[in-house]
Every structure is written in C-alpha cells, then in structure tokens.
C-alpha cells in the first residue's frame, strides 16, 4: 500500500466513489474520523437495506470469532455492508483476533466495507497500516479549518 492518505484526499476519493474494501482511520481528530465514516455509510449502504447491512461494534467487545462472523456474513438485500470497529488499539497484542483480522487483511470479503478506527493519541498498528487504505486524519490547518466550519455551518 502507499503512504496514508490525508483527510482531504480520502472524502475526495470516497465522494468520487473510490471505496476501498478496508479503511483505517488514525490520527488526533476523532470529529473527521466521524465524518469519514459518515461519508463511507452514506455511499456504501442504500437507505431502504441500511438497518439491515450496517454493524458498529467497539473492539473491546469482540473476540476472533465474533469478527470473522461480522466480516463474513452477507449483505442482505443489497450489494454491500458495512462493518465499522471503533477503538482498534484496545485489543491486546497477543489475541486471536490479530490473527483473524490478518487472514481477512490479506482476502477481504468483495461485499464487505470494513472501516478500522484507532483512537486519538494512539500509535497506529503497523500491521493494519500496510494492508488498509490508512488515512490519518490530523489536524486541519486554520485556513482549512475555518471552510471546514462554514461549510458545516451552511
């Protein structure tokens, strides 16, 4: 994979319908972070399936068996879904879960959107960093920042 995208050039890659099948969002900003998501949600899963297609689970709350059945399980009624685990570094380094997430990493499901957000102030697992489209989502310059909140605003 290449080096992480910036903030910027991921909503302009997504808003362009350029999804990748696994996302990993990193940095200090968790309202972008959010707003990725938000923007990944809105173009992967048609509104009349979304109840049906979408999981977000914080990964403290799943085990390897539990994330294989997530990532494997089928859309229905649509042509994708979306799985959206919160919090990557609270799993401990040693657990199964790395391993299952490694064996998806490497053959990821074609109808699975998955989206892997790393908290604030936490150093990225470099692992998942070379297998995913990596964003991180810094700071907005105050220029940008100041459009940001305008057009939020608007």
């Known amino acids: 994979m290449a080096g992480p995208l910036t903030f910027d050039a991921a909503y302009r890659a997504i808003r362009q319908g ?3 099948p696994v996302y990993y969002l990193t940095g200090p900003e968790d309202v ?11 173009d992967v899963l048609d509104p009349a399936t979304r109840d049906f297609n979408v999981d977000v689970r ?3 709350d799943l085990d390897g068996e539990s994330l294989h059945a997530l990532v ?3 859309p229905m009624l649509a042509e994708r879904r979306l799985v959206i685990v919160r919090n990557l570094e609270q799993w401990r380094k040693n657990t199964k879960v790395w391993s299952v997430l490694d064996r998806y990493l490497a053959n990821p499901s074609p109808s699975t959107v998955l989206v ?9 697992h470099a692992g998942v960093a070379g297998r995913a489209v990596t964003v991180d989502v ?3 310059s105050p220029d940008r ?6 057009a939020r605003a608007e």
């Open 18 to 20: 350029e999804l990748a």
């Open 32 to 42: 972008l972070k959010d707003e990725l998501v938000g923007l990944i949600r809105e």
């Open 58 to 60: 914080a990964a403290a």
């Open 72 to 74: 494997e399980t089928p």
């Open 116 to 124: 892997l957000v790393h908290g604030a102030g936490e150093k990225p």
């Open 138 to 140: 810094a700071a907005l």
């Open 145 to 150: 920042l100041r459009r940001w909140v305008q």
